[in-house]
């Protein structure tokens, strides 16, 4: 790319001359009589008459380092400086159902329903999340009804649980005695239905998996009991990069939320 310099009222421009294929919009500067066509004296001394160019011109800055020189910033450039999105802290949480109800025998597992212990402690973790700060935007959960009654209770006592986007998975209840796999599991599910702008994300599940799966991403020893929440943080431009960039182990553990504990 051929450059010359040019000197407008003492103020050195450096003016490129613009590739071919790039067409940018004109833009206004301020010359002497407003004309289009400009004279400029080449380092071989002929004269060449050039047009403006339909680049836009940025405040001159002095540099300590080099000699005064204006800045130059395409159109094109500064789209790509604007598009460019900044790393965020990601925050998960992973609670456990509950506790649920035995009295009826003939129940599957699957379909056991909370004791009126585990109301309270639904009503009383919910508060604490609350008071934290700790509001989901989505909240993944597993379909069984323990969890499913857990998330109720707590819809109806902090608006902003009621507020969030739901899904209900199988797999969420299935994954949870498979040693090893619910941390996968709950990574693969939380990047296909989390979006860039959600920044907190609630799985609601099950032991042996979920006490498992915070261990895992927080490499702490971490133990769940019923209606317990780890609270876990890690930071990037989007979920998958969160994930990608905290690996196994890389996830900050930022606490446990007891419903019988106080904060």
């Known amino acids: 790319m051929n450059a010359v310099t040019v000197s407008v ?3 050195a421009l450096l003016l490129l001359e613009p590739i071919s294929i790039y067409r940018a919009p004109q833009v206004s500067a301020c010359f002497p009589n407003n004309k289009s066509l400009i004279s400029v004296k080449s380092s071989t001394s002929r004269r060449r008459r050039i047009r403006r160019n339909p680049m ?3 405040p001159l ?12 910033e395409t159109v094109e450039g500064q789209a790509l400086s604007e598009s460019e999105s900044e790393s965020v802290t990601r925050r998960l949480i992973l609670l456990r159902h ?3 109800s035995w009295e009826d025998t003939s129940l599957r597992d699957h379909d056991r329903p909370l004791s009126k212990a585990g109301q309270v402690d639904a009503a009383r973790v ?3 999340l609350q008071q934290l700060g700790w509001i989901p935007e989505l909240i993944l959960c597993s379909n069984a009804l323990r969890t499913r009654e857990t998330l109720k209770i707590m819809q109806g006592q902090v608006r902003g649980f009621l507020d969030a986007e739901v899904h209900f998975f199988s797999s969420f209840y299935s994954i949870a005695v498979m040693d090893g796999q619910t941390a996968d ?6 990047c296909k239905y989390t979006r860039d702008e959600i920044l907190t994300v609630m799985c609601m599940g099950h032991n042996r998996g979920w006490e498992e799966a915070a261990s895992m991403f927080t490499g702490a020893s971490v133990e769940l009991k019923t209606c317990n929440a780890a609270l876990l943080e890690a930071t990037g431009k989007s979920w998958e990069e969160a994930f990608a960039l905290a690996g196994l182990g890389g996830w900050k553990l930022q606490g446990i939320v007891k419903p019988s504990s106080s904060l």
Request: hydrophobic share 30%.
């Open 126 to 128: 919910s508060h604490k």
């Open 61 to 72: 800055t002095r540099s300590s380092s080099s000699s005064s020189s204006p800045t130059i």
């Open 185 to 190: 599991h709950i990574q693969q599910v939380i």
């Open 56 to 58: 836009r011109l940025v």
């Open 98 to 100: 509950a506790m649920s």
């Open 9 to 11: 009222s003492n103020i």
